[in-house]
Structures are given as C-alpha cells and as structure tokens.
C-alpha cells in the first residue's frame, strides 16, 4: 500500500474522561489533518480507529476496555485499532501482552506522533515531522466554548488518586504559549475559555517560582471578543484572596468556581493527604459567599474513604445543607492500586457507600432546587447551547457546560443561534434546571 491509498481511510477518534483528555484527542486530530487523513464521526465507517482511555478509577479503566472490545467486534471496515491515553500509560506492558484486539498500543509521549505510528502499521515509511502552531488543536466542543489546558501532571499525591504517577509531576505551558493559543481559539469564533489543569491554582510556579494564575486570566481578558473565562478545578488551600478579588471584579470572568474539596472531616482529609483542612475550607467558602458579585460553587466530594465514619459523612451533610453549594459530584471511592488509601484499614463496604452516596445526593438535590427558586424572576446573560423544535437550551455564566444545570425556553420560532448570547428572565424552576423566557434577541 501507498500512502496516497493510506489517506484515503477514514479515523474516528473516540475519548473518554475528562476534559483535559479531550484537549489531547484534539491535538492528535490536528496532527492526523495535518498529516492528510479525513476523519468519520462514526467508528462504523472507519478502516482506522483510536481510543483514547481513562484510567482515573476501576470504573473508568472497565469502560475504556469495553469500548476498545465493542469497535473490535462491532466495527464492519476497522482495519486498525490503536490504544492510546491515560489507560495506554499507566498498563502500558500488561496491555501489549493481554490486550490483543488493539493493532497499537501507545503511551501518551507518542500522541503527537500518532500519524506516522499509523503509517507504520501499514508499512509505509514517511519523513513527516508534525507541525507546531499557535493552536495545534482541531476543536471538537460545540462552537462557542473550548477548553484551555494550563498545566498537565499533578504534586499533589492525594492518597487515593493514581494521575501523578499516570501523567508525571506538574508542568505548565508557558505563559505565551496559551495566550496565542486562546487568540486563535477566540479568531476561530470560541467567546468561552474554559482553564482546565489537574489544579489550575498552583499555575506557573515551577516555571515562574510564583503562581501566576491571577495573571494569565488578567493576560487573557485583554484578548477581544472573548467574553467568558471559566476557571475549574481549583484547590482550596490555593484559593487567595487576590484570585477572590480577580473573579469578583474582572467582567470576563464568569462569576463561578469549581473547587475539588472531597470531604470537610479533618480526620479524612489528613488520611486523603489533602493539604488543607476544614478551616479553611470554611474560610475560603465564606470569602466566596461573601464577595460584591455572587460567585457560584462547584465541588466534588469521595463518599465512603477508608476509615470514613457515620460522623464523618454527616459533616459533608452539614456542611452542604449550611453553604448550599450550586452544583457537587459525588463518587464512591475506588480502591486503587499502588495508592496509599488502597492499604488503609478500614474499607467502607459498598453497601454503605451506595447508601451513603444515595443520601447526599439526595440532599444536594434539594439544595439545587432551592438555589433555583432564589433565581426566579431574575434576568441573566446565557449563551445558546441548542436548538431544536421544542426548546432552546441555555446557559447561564453560574453553569458550566455538560456537567452543570441547564435553562429551557420555548421555541417561538424566534431567530436564536448557537453560540450566540442572550438575556434571559427565569420564570420557574423545574426539578433541578430552571425554564426561562428571551426577552432580548440580540
């Protein structure tokens, strides 16, 4: 085979995970259309087919494994099926002897080379070196948002958590580097900027010696036409006042915070290897609810941690009841190999933790439903995120997209557009997402 006849096949890239493995599957994507390859949307209709895994817990490892057996059993043209991600790079050995439905199984070092890895597997020999611009990325989220990743690998150690060892000690991308990336982001029509890293607070400081978070988002709302950044994953015990006072103040900063706290017991944290404790989580938490501009809050928090007791458990209860957080992820912990926590004492049986988990998240619920009647009446700037016969879907800046709460307006048969913002007044709420009503089309 030629490579004139190569490029005539077509790759679906499937990703799983988080967002930051979204941002890799982008950058393989531009480097696949750099190369000369079209792509399909339907692994059904691929001679060429990669996975990019997540290995985060056992729940995410299984799925990645019985999506790579489904496109091998299921797919009528797949010609190659190449592995690559989180899950490549943490079994990267044990999978080339075990996993034997994948032509190619690569570590993630490898991703910007995936062309010529694919090349190979077709014996073709090819000089071509990929291609470093200022945006190597084919953007793959809807039109009006793009994720920026700042930093990738993690210092933290958090005692149940598998990603330093995954993707190594924390490096961030130079500071110039993600400003003529999010430029081109902005010229390419994204209004939303999205700061994602496995812990944006601690941003710069192994390039710089300081954090510089503050600064890259000041960087980043001189660019024009950008209308929204939207910081997740924020670590409480980073949190300063000076970052308060940035999300507060700045008007391209959406009014909206995710913070990873997983528990509020002192007991836990200290077994989780956090590095703060339920002071200042508390004290932080307050600053926020405290600030001129309400500022929404996202968390996550690990049900049922080894040695986690009915009183522990009740303090995430409280705690959630007394600061009615806007929107939380609950996870039952999972035991992880070569973890500290995966050695622990005193293993939470699953039957607890699934009564656990059902309990808060019940409680949450509830505390949303009430967030949402304190919105009624109120009028607020959302962007477009669909369109159909029925319903225009909306987001507000206190949300962000796939993972939070939604508004829904009633097709008038109005000229609305994706991506494009409105004001919108909230006339009810309606389980945990809010109806609302256009009364600005511009």
Not at 121 to 135: G, Q, R
Not at 258 to 287: C, F, W, Y
Not at 326 to 340: L, Q
Not at 380 to 390: F, L, M, P, R
Request: proline share 2%; with cysteine; charged share 30%.
């Amino acid at each position: 085979m030629n490579l004139e006849k190569l490029l005539k096949k077509k790759i679906a890239l499937i990703t799983l995970g988080c967002d930051k493995n979204r941002v890799d599957a982008e950058n393989m994507l531009f480097f696949l259309k750099d190369f000369g390859f079209t792509f399909t949307e339907n692994y059904m209709e691929a001679e060429i087919v990669i996975v990019n895994t997540c290995a985060f817990i056992k729940s995410s490892r299984e799925e990645s494994i019985l999506t790579i057996l489904e496109i091998k059993n299921s797919a009528k043209k797949l010609e190659k099926l190449i592995v690559t991600g989180c899950l490549a790079q943490k079994n990267l050995e044990e999978l080339k002897q075990d996993l034997t439905e994948a032509d190619l199984i690569l570590p993630i070092k490898e991703n910007k080379y995936i062309a010529k890895h694919i090349a190979s597997l077709y014996n073709i020999k090819t000089d071509y070196v990929p291609k470093f611009c200022n945006l190597n990325r084919v953007v793959s989220t809807p039109k009006n948002y793009a994720y920026l990743k700042i930093a990738d690998g993690c210092n933290n150690f958090c005692s149940y958590c598998t990603i330093p060892f995954i993707r190594g000690r924390y490096k961030s991308i130079a500071m110039d580097k993600l400003i003529l990336e999010a430029k081109e982001l902005v010229n390419n029509g994204i209004s939303e900027i999205i700061l994602i890293a496995q812990d944006v607070t601690k941003y710069g400081y192994d390039l710089y010696g300081e954090y510089k978070l503050v600064e890259l988002i000041q960087n980043l709302s001189k660019i024009e036409n950008l209308k929204w950044i939207r910081l997740l994953y924020c670590y409480p015990e980073l949190i300063t006042d000076n970052l308060i006072n940035e999300i507060d103040t700045n008007p391209k900063v959406c009014k909206y915070i995710d913070i990873p706290l997983q528990h509020v017991s002192d007991r836990i944290l200290k077994l989780m290897n956090r590095k703060g404790d339920k002071a200042k989580i508390i004290d932080t938490i307050e600053k926020l609810r405290n600030a001129k501009n309400y500022i929404s809050i996202r968390s996550t928090f690990i049900i049922g941690f080894p040695k986690e007791t009915r009183k522990d458990f009740k303090q995430i209860k409280d705690f959630l009841i007394k600061y009615q957080l806007n929107n939380v992820g609950f996870f039952a912990y999972s035991k992880e190999e070569n973890t500290k926590a995966f050695y622990l004492k005193g293993q939470v049986p699953k039957f607890i933790k699934k009564i656990r988990l059902n309990s808060v998240q019940k409680l949450q619920k509830n505390v949303i439903i009430n967030n949402n009647k304190q919105m009624v009446n109120k009028i607020y700037n959302c962007v477009c995120e669909d369109v159909n016969n029925d319903y225009f879907t909306f987001r507000s800046e206190y949300n962000s997209p796939v993972i939070d709460t939604l508004i829904y307006v009633k097709n008038n048969n109005k000229n609305v557009k994706i991506g494009d913002y409105y004001k919108i007044k909230i006339i009810k709420e309606e389980n945990i997402d809010l109806i609302g009503e256009l009364i600005d089309e511009t």
